[in-house]
């Protein structure tokens, strides 16, 4: 009955004020508001478990040097692993998507999509069965069976128009025809972005020990740990590396959960806006308890009263904190509004790099999270006004007409200001790092010029190209009308293109060396014009020509770094190399020239060592790439032109479109993405923080109407009512900062892994951020300050 009876006097309170009340819950919406909509992200990321039988126990297996704890694998390292394991109930490995799309033919029409060679027990370790049909049988992982393919259920749906009837439906793969046994449940896309699976073995050639190129999947039996299963593994490439020096040399295990694998890039950032924006609820209830102090001043003689015919402190209290949940709730509610807008811009802002994206929506946990915010927030901002307020001095209340009693509550709202100021200090100059290491990243050179290049991915279907010869008629082909087209000033191609998210090195052997002292490179093949159309210089020597062709003497080129590092005090032209990823075994093939250094990897990433061949020499190899044509225009405009140069050529082959300023912009999505929302919500900090230094000071300025009124009548100019406004904010705002900048100092340094070129204790963006914090608290004084000045000392003399 009390409960109702405070809910019912609390809502006529509310009602009564609504400005007040409007002020109030659309700060707490901005609060609330934002923590549950970076908790949802957080939530479909980082805590959601994957859409797996028992996840925890999924695991990925890498070979690991001094290096790196992620290469990928060889087939016979693997099926060394897979027979002596004694960790995993189940292990399998896949081609990822490194190959690129593939052409693929028997839907409506023909298309480019992502197969994946598996091998056996792969859907059995994720522990996921087709939606329709059937998995793989052992049998047709049997080299040479019967070509087999399992599609995802966007394929079927969007690519087989849904059919219920597949019997004996056939698709063309690279020219390879599969019969399609089964259709993946929705949502199943492991590899992320995979249409197709087919049997790996199948396909013969399990290559050379040397020849990385599987991911590892496993599913730990019950009983073991991952600790337990690395220590099995490291056993098992200890025997590995004596029985196979040449190529294991050096070469151990690393054992990572699945979900760390998958997530483990994003977590630090994501962690790092989940801590921005509870800073900037802490700013919107600190914002509230200011707002509550004013108010509850005004309502001291109510109070007073209420006490003095006998109420008791604890059931003032109570009335205070209803009152507090009822806004709190009404905040809540519109924060749950500002939620859901909230968090679908996140999720079409956010690049494709952030893993689980299309998990992310306001769930049943998010919704918990909302209302225990709500609470939370209800009693964080209203408890400490409603003890403040709760013991006013009675004789002195009830004396007083206004019912207020000056300077009652001041130090209270000061040192909110204070906390205020300092918590958006934080936050501004994590933003500003972040914009920062940003702004540095984008000064680093690629090594190539992105601007007004086309990218467009092919694959030539080895049904239609059996023979090299017609691999290399159809590039000459193509480049011969590529290069006519008007507005086309270079073009080319490449097997892999840089920073398009496939980096396969191999290793370098020179000729009168030790096989393992040459290194690693990546070994591209390229076309006489790529590097004039992605703008790489040569340094030395000369590029490939039309005469580098099939008949001619094998020639390569080699990147900067590869000749620093395999010849550091000899020139390299003229040498002789061969790469372990050469098909074409021990051909040994003569250095013509050096070129620049590319980032292949990203810009965070070291420029990569790189081995060219020209793509005459290596046709094999080239059914696959990315041809680019760099334009003395709009690149997309070409779009169209380039289409119809490549169907002129052959009719029949899929393109897909993507200007290189895009492929590019995919390496610094994740930095762009952290930076944009931790600027937002340390902007709506400020803003928060503004409003609230404003409110006190107009508050002030209230209060000491007889003040300024008596020391404008005893001779103060408006210059020194200015100065006596101004500084008090001032003064705040310097305590604000100061504690800012020393919490800064220390939470800062959370942030060092998501930071480049900058330390978290640069010294220009601390001072930068405290300088732009002080000019802001200034200009919110001002106006009360303004105020303050235009007091009429003969009302003020006769106020109260």
Known sequence: MNFLQDLRYGLRVLAQRPGFTLVAALTLAVGVGANTAIFSVVNGVLLHSLPYPEPDRLVVLWEASAKSREIHVSQPNFEDWRAAQQSFEAISAHTGRWGGPSTVTGGSEPERAQAVGVFRDFFRVLGVEPERGRAFVPDEHREGAGGVVVVSHGFWQHRLGGSRDLAGRRLTIEGQSHEIVGVMPAGFSYPAGTDLWFPQEATGGGGARSAKNFAVVARLKPEFTVEQAQADMATIAQRLEQQYPDSNRGMGVAVTPLKDQLVGQVRPALLVLMAAVCVVLLIACANVANLLLARGLSRQREIAIRLALGASRARVVRQLLTESLLLSVIGGAAGLLFALWLVRALVALGPATIPRLE?????????????????????????????????????????????????????????????????????????????????????????????????????????????????????????????????????????????????????????????????????????????????????????????????????????????????????????????????????????????GDVRHSGLEANPSAELYVPVAQRPARARGGTVVVRTSGDPAALAGAVRREVQAVDRNLPVSFEPMREVFGRTTANRRYSMTVLGAFAAAALLLSVVGLYGVMSYTVTQSTREIGVRVALGAQRSDIYRLVVGQGLVLAAAGVTLGLAASLVLTRLMTGLLYGVTATDPATYAAVATLLVIVAALACFVPARRATKVDPMIALRYE
């Open 359 to 595: 998990e992310i929506g306001l769930d049943a946990q998010a919704l918990a999270f909302t209302a225990a915010a709500t609470a939370a927030t209800g009693l964080l901002f209203g408890l400490a006004p409603a003890l403040k307020i709760s013991r006013p001095d009675l004789q002195d209340t009830l004396k007083s007409a206004g019912g207020t009693t000056a300077g009652g509550g001041s130090r209270l709202r000061g040192l909110l200001v204070v906390a205020e100021v300092a918590m958006t200090l934080v936050l501004l100059v994590g933003a500003g790092l972040l914009a920062k290491s940003f702004w540095r990243l984008l000064q680093v050179s690629p090594g190539f010029e992105p601007e007004n290049v086309l990218t467009m991915q092919l694959s030539l279907p080895a049904s239609d190209y059996k023979e090299e010869r017609q691999t290399i008629a159809f590039y000459r082909q193509l480049f011969e009308r590529l290069t006519a087209l008007p507005g086309v000033e270079a073009a080319g191609m490449i097997n892999n293109l840089p920073m398009g998210g496939v980096s396969i090195s191999g290793g370098v052997i020179v000729e009168g060396h030790a096989e393992d002292e040459g290194g690693y490179a990546g070994f591209r093949i390229v076309s006489p014009g790529y590097f004039d159309a992605m703008g790489i210089p040569v340094l030395r020597g000369r590029l490939f020509t039309e005469a580098d062709n099939e008949t001619a003497q094998p020639v390569a080129l080699v990147s900067e770094r590869t000749a620093r590092a395999t010849w550091p005090n000899e020139d390299p032209i003229g040498k002789r190399v061969r790469s372990t990823m050469d098909n074409r075994g021990d051909v040994r093939m003569t250095v013509v020239g050096i070129v």
